[in-house]
Each structure stands twice: as structure tokens, then as C-alpha cells.
């Protein structure tokens, strides 16, 4: 006990040092501007210590879970089962629903679905499917069951929030074609006032956290594929996948691929470039593949809401591009959900979904590393005619290949987006779906990279 309270006030004088040494020796004081400053970072400071303080809790929560699972006499016959992370969930599942043993998945989620990849070498790869109170889950897993190549390599793994009873039931009516985990912390979440109405978004950031820690910590998978419960997928969507993952593997640039094309509405792709695709700055999500170390680097800066555009900050970023398709291989269907249905309306139900086939496992996909698509896409888009968008629009340019609609500023950005039909916002000062600044489309029969001036050299966070 002594020894804890000396450990205690030395971890109190260290914190208070650090403390002091950063708010009294980093910048002078005295002036008002300077006191509300360091009241900003006080605040700020006093809220990652507690955030810190929250992660240390749960970590040692989970030690202790360790150890007391450790502690517990096992007989042998049963020993191998509760190693078995994904086993032992399944148990742990079963025992809180109360449902009669021999309901509970086997066969696919057995130890097998551990190995990184199946016996031929192909990668074994988790869908995690994200759910709350929607019963049209079944639309989101019909398809996914149905368009799935190998039960193997893609073992689905549903998780739900929320506790919905009906939802329940239609995910728990797969039985052992998927695996139905719950997110166990119902609790109320502590909302600052004036967020309250986005209460929504705290509750999708810690079920996103949690049930990414199942799949990569418990389960141990090194690859997973999200996936949210209103998404429609395209007949070659596991083929997408599948086909760009050497990719992710191999190009320490990437750290995701998406089967999203945020300006994906028919109109503004080329319906017959199935088999296109692209790099780009902008995180897209909406049915994405990401490795465990990345969900490593991430998970212990989870945020508490807002988690899309937090990972699209620089600082988790970190330059890193994503592969996205010309054409959509997923599309959203919900209407109703936790963001207003305006933005469904608008925008959203308009998304393009592909319907062809594409065999990108037999193809040759090496144009999308970094080295060889840099050079090529800056080629392609600096040499390109420059137009302005009445020209675009009128359809009478007579030079063949791509063109380029130049911009300069954020308002020329928007407002030429606008009356082209892209979206125009910023995330962290990316525009959607750019790439070097870049934002290419197709529009009127012709390839279109609105661009910003050749000496582009960064994204400017102010833009938004
Ligand atoms: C939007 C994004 C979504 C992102 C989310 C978080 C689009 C079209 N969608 O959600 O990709 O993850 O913001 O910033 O841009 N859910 C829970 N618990 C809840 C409520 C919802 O787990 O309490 C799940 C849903 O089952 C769904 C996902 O979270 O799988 C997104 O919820 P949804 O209601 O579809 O919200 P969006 O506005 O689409
Ligand atoms: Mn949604």
C-alpha cells in the first residue's frame, strides 16, 4: 500500500512537471491572448490524460480477463476449444443469449479460419459486418452469402449494436453460414451538450472499435473487409477484393481499399470501364479492406465519434492512398440512418452499381503501386488539354483523351464541382475521391481531372 501511494505522488510530480514544462517553458506568458491559449491547452491536455486513463482501464481490464482465464483449471479434453479465440467467443456468446448448444456456428469458424491464408496460398480474408436495429441486414447478408467465392477464405462475421430482439433473430436465421457477435457495452455514453443530437456517431466509433478488436486481437485475422448493413454489393465484389490485396500488401503507400467511388453516380463514370481503377488521397469506406497492423497503429487513438473523418486527418493518414473503382462495387440502400436521409437523397441513391464481372484476380494490377502511377498520372493529367467547363459542357472539343479544368482556390474548386455535379466538399482539405489534388471523372464521353496548378504541393487542411 505505502509502495503505491510513493508510486502515486511520483507519477503525480511527473505528470505535473510535464505538465508545467510544456504550458510555462514552451511559450512566455502574460498577455490575455496567452492565458486563453493555455486554457485551451489545459482543456486539451486534461482530456487526452483522461482519454489515456480510459484506455489504461480497459487494457487492464483485459489483463485481468487474461489472467483469470489463465488461472482456471481446464480439463484436457476441452483445452484446445478455449484456445481458440473465436471458439471461445462463440461460447461466451452462447452463454449470454442462453441458446442451446447446438446452434452455436461451428464448422466455419473453426481453427482453421485462423490461418492467414488456405491451404493453396490464397488469403484468407474476415467480412465484418456492422449492424444495429435494421432488419434489412438480410438484404446486406443475402447478397454477401450469395456472391461469397469460398466460405474459407471469407468467414462473415456479424456485428451487431444496439441489442435490437428482431435483428437479432434475422442474423441468428444464418446459423452457421456466419458468425453473429454483440457489442456487450450498452451503456449511456457521456455527450458534450451541444453533440447530443450526433449521439448516433459515439455509438458507431465504439462499436467500430470494438468489433475490430474481435477480428484482429480475439480472432487473430490479418485481413478484414467492413462492411455496413445497408450496403448493396456488386457480383465481383470478393473478385475486387481479392485481386488488390497483393496491392495493399505489398505497397506500404496503401492502407485501404474501398470498393466506393464517391463521385460514382451514372453520369458521371464510364459505364464500360468496368475494370478501372484508381488511387486516391480521400478515405472513402463504405465496404473497404484493411490489414491488422493498421488497425494496431489505430486502435489505441481510437476516436469516440466521428471515426471516418477522424481517420482522414493527416496525423492518422499519414499520406497513405486507398484504391477505389471507377464504378461503385458496393451502394448504399439506407435511406434511414443515423445521418439524415437528405444527403441519401440527394446524393447517395444515385451511386452507380457495377454489374459486370471483372476477373481482377488474372490481371495485371501492378499500374496501381505508387511508383509506376505516380509518374504515369501526373503525365497523363499535366499534358492534358486544358478546357474550361462551358467548353466540357457544350461537348464541341475536338482534341481526343483527356482533359483538365484547372483550379487554384477552394471557392473556383466548389463552385466548379457544383455545376458539374461532383461532390464538393473537403475532409482534412482532401477533395472526394482526389488524388494529388487531382478529382478525376467522366463526363460528356471524356475523361476529366479537375487539377490544381502543377506546382501542387500539399493539401491545405484550412480548405473545407
Ligand atoms: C455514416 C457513414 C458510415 C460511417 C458513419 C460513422 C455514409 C453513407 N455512411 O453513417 O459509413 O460509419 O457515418 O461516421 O457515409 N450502427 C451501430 N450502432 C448504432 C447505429 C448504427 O453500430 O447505434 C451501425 C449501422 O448498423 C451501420 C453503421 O453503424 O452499419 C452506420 O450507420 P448508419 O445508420 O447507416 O449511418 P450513416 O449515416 O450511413
Ligand atoms: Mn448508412
Redesign the pocket.
Given at each position: 500500500m505505502r509502495n503505491r501511494s510513493i508510486a502515486f505522488v511520483l507519477i503525480s510530480l511527473f505528470v505535473w512537471g510535464v505538465i508545467t514544462y510544456f504550458l510555462f517553458l514552451d511559450r512566455p506568458i502574460g498577455k490575455e491572448q496567452d492565458k486563453n491559449l493555455l486554457t485551451i491547452q489545459i482543456t486539451k491536455l486534461e482530456s487526452e490524460v483522461k482519454h489515456q486513463i480510459a484506455i489504461n482501464r480497459e487494457l487492464l481490464k483485459h489483463i485481468g480477463e487474461q489472467l483469470k482465464k489463465a488461472a482456471e483449471k481446464v480439463p484436457p479434453e476441452v483445452k484446445d476449444t478455449r484456445k481458440d479465440p473465436i471458439q471461445n467467443y462463440v461460447h461466451k456468446a452462447g452463454e449470454r443469449n442462453q441458446e442451446p448448444k447446438e446452434d452455436k456456428p461451428k464448422t466455419s469458424f473453426s481453427k482453421e479460419t485462423q490461418k492467414k491464408t488456405l491451404p493453396n496460398g490464397s488469403p484468407i480474408i474476415a467480412v465484418l459486418?456492422?449492424?444495429?436495429?435494421?432488419i434489412t441486414?438480410q438484404r446486406c447478408l443475402d447478397q454477401l452469402i450469395k456472391l461469397r467465392p469460398n466460405v474459407d477464405q471469407f468467414p462473415i462475421i456479424v456485428?451487431?449494436?444496439?441489442e435490437h430482439q428482431q435483428t437479432a433473430d434475422v442474423i441468428r436465421s444464418y446459423k452457421n453460414q456466419l458468425l453473429h457477435i454483440q457489442?456487450p457495452d450498452q451503456s449511456e455514453i457521456d455527450i458534450p451538450p451541444r453533440e447530443k443530437k450526433f449521439?448516433?456517431?459515439f455509438?458507431?466509433?465504439?462499436?467500430?472499435g470494438w468489433?475490430l478488436n474481435q477480428v484482429f486481437v480475439e480472432f487473430g485475422y490479418e485481413t478484414a473487409i467492413i462492411?455496413?448493413?445497408?450496403?448493396d454489393i456488386a457480383p465481383d465484389f470478393f473478385e475486387y477484393f481479392l485481386g488488390t490485396y497483393p496491392l495493399l500488401v505489398s505497397d506500404k503507400s496503401l492502407w485501404c481499399v474501398s470498393a466506393w467511388n464517391d463521385n460514382g453516380k451514372s453520369g458521371l463514370v464510364d459505364e464500360h470501364a468496368h475494370n478501372l481503377l484508381y488511387r486516391t488521397d480521400f478515405f472513402p469506406?463504405?465496404g473497404w479492406m484493411l490489414k491488422r497492423d493498421l488497425w494496431l497503429e489505430l486502435a489505441p487513438k481510437w476516436p469516440r465519434?466521428?471515426?471516418?473523418?477522424w481517420i482522414r486527418q493527416p496525423e492518422q493518414r499519414k499520406n497513405r492512398a486507398c484504391i477505389r473503382p471507377e464504378l461503385s462495387r458496393t451502394r448504399?440502400f439506407?435511406k434511414?440512418?443515423?445521418?439524415?436521409g437528405l444527403?441519401?437523397e440527394k446524393h447517395?441513391k444515385f451511386i452507380k452499381l457495377n454489374e459486370q464481372f471483372v476477373p481482377f484476380t488474372a490481371m495485371n494490377l501492378t499500374y496501381l503501386l505508387k511508383d509506376n502511377y505516380d509518374i504515369a498520372f501526373v503525365n497523363e493529367v499535366y499534358q492534358s488539354k486544358v478546357v474550361s467547363y462551358s467548353e466540357l459542357k457544350s461537348g464541341n472539343i475536338v482534341v481526343p483523351g483527356p482533359v483538365r479544368i484547372p483550379y487554384y482556390t477552394r471557392q473556383t474548386y466548389k463552385s466548379t464541382a457544383k455545376m458539374l455535379g461532383l461532390m464538393d466538399d473537403f475532409r482534412s482539405g482532401v477533395p472526394r475521391t482526389g488524388y494529388r489534388g487531382v478529382v478525376t471523372f467522366f463526363y460528356n464521353k471524356r475523361r476529366v481531372h479537375l487539377a490544381p496548378g502543377a506546382n501542387w504541393n500539399g493539401y491545405d487542411i484550412t480548405w473545407s
Open positions: 459486418v456492422f449492424s444495429c436495429n435494421r441486414v456485428s451487431q449494436d444496439c457489442q449521439r448516433g456517431y455509438k458507431i466509433a465504439r462499436h467500430y468489433a462492411v455496413e448493413d445497408d450496403l469506406g463504405l465519434a466521428y471515426w471516418d473523418d448504399t439506407g434511414i440512418g443515423v445521418s439524415n444527403f441519401f447517395l
